[in-house]
C-alpha cells in the first residue's frame, strides 16, 4: 500500500520560533497533498491544499504566512509554523493523492505533535 | 457548515459486542469515507461508499449510505480491543479538481474485553 511519512513526529520548540515538518510520499509521486490540524479529542481540520510546483490553497481563516508550505518535489512537501505560540500546539496530519488509484483516497502519514512552549 | 457529524461520540462495548456509528452531513456529496484513528496516530483509510451505493461491506466492516438522510452507518462486527479507536467519516463534496475532504466530529469507540 501507498506509504507517507512525516517528520519529526514530536517536536517541542520555544515561542518565537519558526518549526518545519516534512511530508514525505515513500513509494509513489504525489502531485497534490493536504496539511490538517487536529487538537485533542477534536476532528481534523484542512488547513491548506499544496500542490507540486504552485501555491498552496489555503483555507478559509488560515493564516499562509504563518503557515508556509512548500511542495518543492512529487515527493515531498514541508509546512512551516513560523513565529510559533503556544496556541499553535496541535497534532499536524499530512495526506497524499495518489494519481491513478481506482478510489478517491488519501494516504495519511502518521502525524507530527508540535509542542510550543 | 459543520460536515459529517458523527454520534454517539463516544461509545463502550464489550468485546464480540457490535458497534454501530453514525454518521450525518449536509450537503450533496461524491463519496463518503470512514477513518479510524489510534490515539496520537496518523488516520487509517477503512472504506469508502460512492453517493450511488446503498452498502457495502469489508471484513467486519459494514457501512451503509442513505443519500435522502444524508446519512451513513458504519457496523464493526464482533468487536475486539484492538478495534479500540476513534473513528471518523469524511465527505467528498468537491467538484472537479478542487477535491478534498471534510471530516467529521469523530466516534470514540472502546472495546473492553
Known amino acids: 500500500g501507498a506509504v507517507v511519512s512525516q517528520h519529526p513526529s514530536r517536536v517541542i520548540c520555544k515561542s518565537g520560533t519558526s518549526v518545519k515538518i516534512e511530508c514525505r510520499s515513500l513509494?509513489?509521486?504525489?502531485?497534490?497533498m493536504f496539511w490538517y490540524r487536529q487538537f485533542p479529542k477534536q476532528s481534523l481540520m484542512l488547513m491548506a491544499t499544496?500542490?507540486?510546483?504552485?501555491?498552496?490553497?489555503?483555507e478559509q481563516g488560515v493564516e499562509k504566512d504563518k503557515f508556509l508550505i512548500n511542495h518543492a518535489s512529487l515527493t515531498l512537501s514541508t509546512l512551516t509554523v513560523t513565529s510559533a505560540h503556544p496556541e499553535d500546539s496541535s497534532f499536524y496530519i499530512c495526506?497524499?493523492?495518489?494519481?491513478?488509484?481506482?478510489?478517491?483516497?488519501?494516504?495519511f502519514g502518521p502525524g507530527t505533535r508540535l509542542t510550543v512552549l | 457548515s459543520q460536515q459529517g457529524e458523527e454520534d454517539p461520540q463516544a461509545l463502550s462495548i464489550q468485546e464480540g459486542e457490535n458497534a454501530t456509528m453514525n454518521c450525518s452531513y449536509k450537503?450533496?456529496?461524491?463519496?463518503l469515507q470512514w477513518y479510524r484513528q489510534n490515539s496520537g496516530r496518523g488516520l487509517v483509510h477503512l472504506i469508502l461508499?460512492?453517493?450511488?451505493?446503498r452498502e457495502k461491506h469489508s471484513g467486519r466492516l459494514r457501512v451503509t449510505l442513505d443519500t435522502s438522510k444524508k446519512s451513513s452507518s458504519l457496523l464493526i462486527t464482533a468487536s475486539r480491543a484492538a478495534d479500540t479507536a476513534s473513528y471518523f467519516c469524511?465527505?467528498?463534496?468537491?467538484?472537479?479538481?478542487?477535491?478534498?475532504?471534510?471530516f467529521g466530529k469523530g466516534t470514540l469507540l472502546t472495546v473492553n474485553p
Open positions: 499544496s500542490n507540486e510546483g504552485s501555491k498552496a490553497t489555503y
Open positions: 450537503t450533496s456529496i461524491n463519496n
Open positions: 495526506s497524499a493523492e495518489r494519481p491513478g488509484a481506482t478510489t478517491d483516497t488519501q494516504y
Open positions: 513509494d509513489f509521486q504525489a502531485t497534490t
Open positions: 469524511a465527505t467528498d463534496s468537491s467538484g472537479g479538481s478542487n477535491y478534498k475532504l471534510t
Open positions: 461508499i460512492r453517493s450511488n451505493e
